[in-house]
Every structure is written in structure tokens, then in C-alpha cells.
């Protein structure tokens, strides 16, 4: 079953920024949708941004400060995050679909706080 490990989350002061990426640990195609959701306490998961072949899709909450992007060839997706505000707060998923079944990273803590 394929692995999904993400890095580059930790704590941030409001308009700084993070950049987070997800590495798979088998060979994706660019038909595979790749992105990331986010979960707060006693909330369900939500879209944050999704690509694939067709495009990219963004929350309302994070378009314009957020950009999705991937890397085929390494196998990994990546969220930068500018102008982050508390309410971004939250653990943040990375997410693949295939044609055999979807996927889950462990998650990583993003915390906007001064």
C-alpha cells in the first residue's frame, strides 16, 4: 500500500509563511489527483487544494494565498502557504486518489499564532 509522509508544517506568526510537501512512496501519474485537506477539533475535513491533469481546485478560504504544486518525477505534492491566518490553524492531510483506492498521509501540525 502506497505512503504518504508530509513535512514542513510547525508554527508561524499571521502573514508569515510555510510550504508543505507529501512524498509518495510509489510512482504517481499525473492523472492521479494529489492534494491536501485540513481538520480542526471537533470539525470535519475539509478541501484545501486538489491537482490533477484536469487542473487544480482551491478552498474559497485559501485562494490567492495558497498554491498547490507537484513534482511527478520525486513523487511528491507541495502547499505553499503565504499570508497565513489563525484561522488556517489545523492539521493538514495530504490526500491521493488513484483508480485502486484513496490515500492518507499521517498529517502535520500548521499552527498561525503570535
Known amino acids: 500500500q502506497v505512503q504518504l509522509v508530509e513535512s514542513g508544517g510547525g508554527l508561524v506568526q499571521p502573514g508569515g509563511s510555510l510550504k508543505l510537501s507529501c512524498a509518495a512512496s510509489?510512482?504517481?501519474?499525473?492523472?492521479?489527483?494529489m492534494g491536501w485537506y485540513r481538520q480542526t477539533p471537533g470539525k470535519q475535513r475539509e478541501l484545501v487544494a486538489l491537482?490533477?491533469?484536469?487542473?487544480?481546485n482551491y478552498a474559497d478560504s485559501v485562494k490567492g494565498r495558497f498554491t498547490i504544486s507537484r513534482d511527478n518525477a520525486k513523487n511528491t505534492v507541495y502547499l505553499q502557504m503565504n499570508n497565513l491566518k489563525p484561522e488556517d490553524t489545523a492539521v493538514y492531510y495530504c490526500?491521493?486518489?488513484?483508480?485502486?483506492?484513496?490515500?492518507w498521509g499521517q498529517g502535520t501540525q500548521v499552527t498561525v499564532s503570535s
Open positions: 510509489e510512482t504517481i501519474f499525473s492523472i492521479n489527483t
Open positions: 491537482t490533477n491533469i484536469g487542473g487544480t
Open positions: 490526500y491521493l486518489r488513484r483508480s485502486i483506492g484513496s490515500y
